[in-house]
């Protein structure tokens, strides 16, 4: 099984980025197959046909299980996350299960990733077949609800997952 983590914060090598890493490996026992960290893309979003932006959306369309990663935003996923997204053509994780991640500041944001996140990630072809993980950002690798989302996740994805 191919994995991967998309993390969708402004600043690189972020909290964001420690979290999605440390989703991706509670559920499968290893380290990710494949990481971006959009940022790294910089301005080549901002355009299309962009090479290192194609090579990216083709990697993570490769994958079988991706981890999508932003920080709250204005109650929502970041623009960048955004800019990323809208360079996959309609249906273009299609065969991609998605999982959507979101990092606050405090729990008045809890239902962002199943009501904002999700829907896009679906409207993209992705399966989702779980309830998104909200975590505080200062505390996400202590809190127990990722330990129990993590088993729930599990369960609902019977041989897709360690």
């Excluded at 996140?117 to 077949?129: H, M, R, S, Y």
Aim: hydrophobic content about 50%.
């Amino acid at each position: 099984m191919k994995t991967g983590v998309v993390v969708g914060n402004p600043k690189p090598k972020s909290r964001t980025f420690a979290a999605a890493n440390l989703v991706a490996e509670k559920l499968t026992g290893a380290a990710p197959d494949y990481v971006l960290d959009v940022a790294d893309l910089g301005a080549g979003l901002l355009e299309w046909g962009d090479p290192d932006v194609a090579a990216a959306v083709e990697a993570v369309q490769a994958l079988e299980v991706v981890v999508f990663a932003s920080p709250t935003y204005k109650a929502t996923y970041t623009g960048l996350m955004k800019l990323f997204l809208d360079q996959i053509p309609q249906d273009g994780l299609a065969g991609v299960t998605a999982l959507p991640v979101m990092l606050g500041a405090s729990p008045s944001h809890l239902l962002a990733p199943d009501l904002l996140f999700k829907p896009v990630l679906v409207e993209l072809g992705a399966t989702c077949p779980t309830v998104g993980l909200y975590l505080i950002d200062t505390s996400f690798a202590e809190d127990p609800r990722l330990d129990a989302w993590v088993a729930r996740t599990r369960v609902a994805m019977p041989g897709r997952l360690a």
